[in-house]
C-alpha cells in the first residue's frame, strides 16, 4: 500500500494541487451556472426563508442592512470585502497549509471540497432569492448597487460590470461565503501558532456573517446552512478521502500491471515456433539447466 504525502508528513506536489483545485472550482462554478432555477422558485424561498426568520423573531438582516446602507464607511468596505476576501483569503490560508502544515494540508483540502460540492448540492435543490433581489417593500437595499461606482461590481452580485451573467444570482442556500470563513477560521484556530492567528480565526468567519447580511446578500439563515454544511463536509472527508485513495491505487495498480505485462511481452519473439528470452529469463514451467546453476561460490577452492 502506498504511503499518503499527509500519512508521511510530506509535501504534495504543488503542480498536483494547482490542478487539482482548478478542475474542482471550475466544476463547482459550471454547476452553480447549471442549476439556477427558475426567478419564482428562488423568490418563494426567500420569502419562505424570511418568514421562517421572523416567526423565530430573528431579524438581523434588517438593522445590519440598515446601518450599511445609511453608513458609506461601513457599507463600502463590506461591499469590498464581500467582494473580494472570499476569493482572497481562502486560497492564502490553502497555501499557508501547503507549506507551513504540509502534513495537515490534504485532509484540510478535502474538508474544504467536500463541503464545497455539498454546497453545490443545496443550491440545486433550493435555488434561494437573496435579500437584496426581493421587492423593495420588504425594506432591504442592495449596498453593492448602490456603492457599485466605488468598486469594480456592477448592479449583480459581486462580479465585475458586464459578468453579471456568469454568476448564479439565485445560489444563496447555503452561504458558502460563510463556509469557507467558518473553514479559514478553524484552520487559523487550531495551527496558527501566535494569538493573532487565533484572534483571526474567530474574527474572520464572525465579520463574514456580519456582512453578508449587511449587504443583504444573505440571510441568517443562510449563514447557519453554511456552517451546517461545513459540518457536514468534516463528517464525510474520512471516509470519501478514502473511497478516493482506494480507487486511485487500484487504478495505480491495474496500469502497473498493464505495463508490467507489455514490457514482459516485448520481451519475449516467437522465433521458429519456439520462444527465445532474454538472459537469466526462464518462460514458466521451463526447467534450468544444471550446468548453469552452478555458482562460482560452487568452484573448488583449488580452482580459486
Given at each position: 500500500m502506498r504511503k499518503r504525502a499527509d500519512a508521511v508528513g510530506h509535501r504534495p506536489r504543488w503542480w498536483t494541487e494547482l490542478i487539482l483545485i482548478g478542475v474542482v472550482y471550475g466544476a463547482y462554478s459550471c454547476g452553480r451556472l447549471l442549476v439556477r432555477g427558475d426567478v419564482r422558485s428562488a423568490v418563494d424561498h426567500g420569502l419562505a426563508i424570511l418568514d421562517l426568520e421572523k416567526s423565530l423573531r430573528l431579524n438581523a438582516e434588517h438593522p445590519l442592512n440598515r446601518l450599511?446602507?445609511?453608513?458609506?464607511?461601513?457599507?463600502?468596505?463590506?461591499?469590498?470585502?464581500?467582494?473580494?476576501?472570499?476569493?482572497?483569503?481562502?486560497?492564502?490560508?490553502?497555501?499557508?497549509?501547503?507549506?507551513?502544515?504540509?502534513?495537515?494540508?490534504?485532509a484540510a483540502r478535502g474538508w474544504l471540497m467536500v463541503s464545497t460540492l455539498l454546497g453545490l448540492v443545496g443550491f440545486s435543490l433550493l435555488p434561494t432569492c437573496p435579500p437584496r433581489l426581493l421587492d423593495a417593500r420588504h425594506g432591504f437595499v442592495d449596498t453593492m448597487a448602490q456603492f457599485s461606482s466605488y468598486g469594480w461590481w456592477g448592479a449583480e452580485a459581486s462580479a465585475p460590470r458586464g459578468l453579471g451573467a456568469?454568476?448564479?444570482?439565485?445560489?444563496?442556500?447555503?452561504?458558502?461565503?460563510?463556509?469557507?470563513?467558518?473553514?479559514?477560521?478553524?484552520?487559523?484556530?487550531?495551527?496558527?501558532?501566535?494569538?493573532?492567528?487565533?484572534?483571526?480565526?474567530v474574527a474572520y468567519p464572525l465579520l463574514t456573517t456580519l456582512i453578508v447580511m449587511g449587504t443583504a446578500n444573505h440571510y441568517f439563515l443562510d449563514a447557519v446552512a453554511g456552517?451546517?454544511?461545513?459540518?457536514?463536509?468534516?463528517?464525510?472527508?474520512?471516509?470519501?478521502?478514502?473511497?478516493?485513495?482506494?480507487?486511485?491505487?487500484?487504478?495505480?495498480?491495474?496500469?502497473?500491471?498493464?505495463?508490467?505485462?507489455?514490457?514482459?511481452?516485448?520481451?519475449?519473439?516467437?522465433?521458429?515456433?519456439?520462444?527465445?528470452?532474454?538472459?537469466?529469463?526462464?518462460?514458466?514451467?521451463?526447467?534450468?539447466?544444471?550446468?548453469?546453476s552452478v555458482s562460482a561460490d560452487d568452484t573448488p577452492t583449488a580452482a580459486r
Open positions: 450599511f446602507t445609511e453608513t458609506p464607511a461601513l457599507g463600502i468596505p463590506a461591499d469590498f470585502a464581500y467582494a473580494s476576501l472570499h476569493y482572497l483569503v481562502t486560497p492564502a490560508v490553502l497555501v499557508w497549509l501547503f507549506r507551513r502544515r504540509p502534513g495537515r494540508y490534504r456568469m454568476t448564479n444570482q439565485y445560489a444563496a442556500m447555503p452561504s458558502l461565503h460563510v463556509g469557507w470563513a467558518l473553514w479559514c477560521g478553524v484552520m487559523l484556530w487550531r495551527y496558527g501558532r501566535t494569538p493573532l492567528m487565533k484572534v483571526l480565526g456552517a451546517a454544511v461545513m459540518g457536514l463536509g468534516l463528517l464525510l472527508t474520512a471516509p470519501v478521502m478514502r473511497l478516493a485513495d482506494g480507487l486511485a491505487d487500484r487504478l495505480a495498480d491495474r496500469l502497473a500491471d498493464r505495463i508490467r505485462t507489455s514490457v514482459g511481452w516485448d520481451r519475449r519473439r516467437n522465433v521458429s515456433g519456439g520462444w527465445e528470452t532474454s538472459a537469466g529469463e526462464r518462460i514458466p514451467g521451463q526447467r534450468s539447466s544444471s550446468i548453469s
